[in-house]
């Protein structure tokens, strides 16, 4: 799939997107799933081929022909498996889409989810140059994202902050560094504490928490964790070492839904504010971040945008759209609420398997 724009990170510029949607077939009702892993082995060692690997030479042997009741099931099916978690959730998000539509009720409500339209967010990447990046910004100011994440890296970060503080005061604002940090450089990221960011996601390495710790005890703006929360207990441990203030949730990265739920409940009960980060997913996933995202302690803007910041054409219909408000609303209908359409999905597919009980 195609982006309408590119989208650079501190580890990379990526021009389309190579994703992996999931289908399972149960008594006779379709459910769909997407693995958004990314080209290359920066954000995470697990990139679309490896997940391809894990999908069809594990985890889809593993669930094929099992007697499952829901999306609650599929983990302990899958759990022999060690990592491979964004291959994981996209198996269990198309058994949890089934069921939604078998029981005729939007994912949303399974899940627990109680609003009917979630914040948006848009996240900007790494641009030409600083006046470029102000355009960019400013469209989508102007079409009404309520909240701007921009991605930073060492050579791209105070100027291009005091810049937008300057171009733009008042917006809620926050930097993402995809982890290009170290403690040594801490710095930096002391004087981005003067720019009344909302957050500061992932400064340091991925497997990180305690330069994590240090840092956020020597400033006043939250620190997010996006890469070093890979699970439930990661998110404990970085809460109980104070690692940081709000946590991204990100259901590719967490393994599934199951999970990313669990997260969702563990952060309420201990009063720290969650959002659900994003992979630049299609309307598939992305209509799984929306379900997910209308769960209550989902209190801060989501890196949910509407199909047209991703994509000319998705392949779900209707596409999501951004509403006045910044929001964006939840699908009312069975499942997903989106329907895949099959023609753009076929005319984007460049390799499929099937698989079927007993092999
Ligand atoms: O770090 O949040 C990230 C996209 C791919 C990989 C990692 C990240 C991102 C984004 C985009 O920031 C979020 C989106 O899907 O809108
Ligand atoms: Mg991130």
């Known amino acids: ?112 989810g109680v609003k009917d339209r979630v914040e948006s967010g848009v996240s900007v990447g790494i641009q030409e140059s600083i006046d470029e990046l102000v355009k960019v910004v400013g469209r989508y100011v102007e ?16 100027t291009v902050v005091h810049r937008l503080r300057v171009e733009f005061p008042e917006i809620p604002l926050m930097v993402d560094a995809n982890g290009a940090y170290d403690i040594s450089q801490k710095a930096v990221i002391k004087a981005l504490d003067r720019y009344g960011l909302m957050m500061i996601e992932q400064p340091f390495g991925y497997d990180d928490l ?26 404990r441990a970085a809460l ?12 590719s990265r967490v393994g599934g839904l199951c999970e990313a739920v669990r997260i969702h409940d563990l952060c309420m009960s201990e009063g720290v504010p969650t959002w659900v980060g ?7 996933g992305r209509a799984v971040n929306v379900a997910l995202a209308s769960l209550p302690n989902f209190t801060l803007p989501n890196d949910i945008s509407a199909s047209n910041r991703y994509y000319h054409e998705d392949i779900v219909e209707p596409p999501f759209e951004l509403n006045s408000d910044g929001t964006i609303s939840v699908p009312r209908g069975g499942g997903l ?23």
Not at 148 to 157: A, G, H, L, N, Q
Not at 337 to 359: I, M, Q, Y
């Open 337 to 359: 609420g989106v329907e895949v359409v099959w023609e753009r999905l076929e005319r984007a597919t460049v390799r499929s398997r099937v698989f079927k009980a007993g092999g």
């Open 1 to 112: 799939m195609e982006l309408t724009s590119p989208f650079e990170t501190s580890f990379g510029r990526e021009h389309e997107k190579r994703t992996i949607i999931v289908s399972v077939e149960a008594d006779g009702e379709v459910g769909y799933g997407e693995c958004p892993a990314g080209d290359t082995p920066f954000y995470s060692y697990e990139t679309t081929d490896i997940s391809w690997y894990a999908l069809t030479r594990y985890l889809a042997p593993a669930l094929a022909g099992r007697e499952v009741k829901g999306g609650m099931d599929v983990p302990a099916l899958l759990r022999r498996v060690r990592g491979y978690n964004m291959a994981k959730a996209a198996l269990e998000e198309a058994v949890w889409d089934a069921q939604a539509r078998r029981e005729n009720v939007p994912l949303s409500r399974l899940l627990g």
């Open 240 to 251: 109980k070492l104070g690692s940081c203030r709000v946590i991204n949730v990100k259901v």
């Open 143 to 158: 079409e009404g994202y309520p909240r701007v994440k921009v991605k930073i890296k060492p050579s791209w970060d105070l």
């Open 278 to 284: 994003g992979m630049l997913e299609t309307g598939v």
């Open 210 to 235: 305690v330069d994590h710790a240090a840092i956020q005890k020597e400033i006043r703006t939250p620190i997010c964790l996006d890469e070093s929360v890979p699970s439930l207990g990661a998110v």
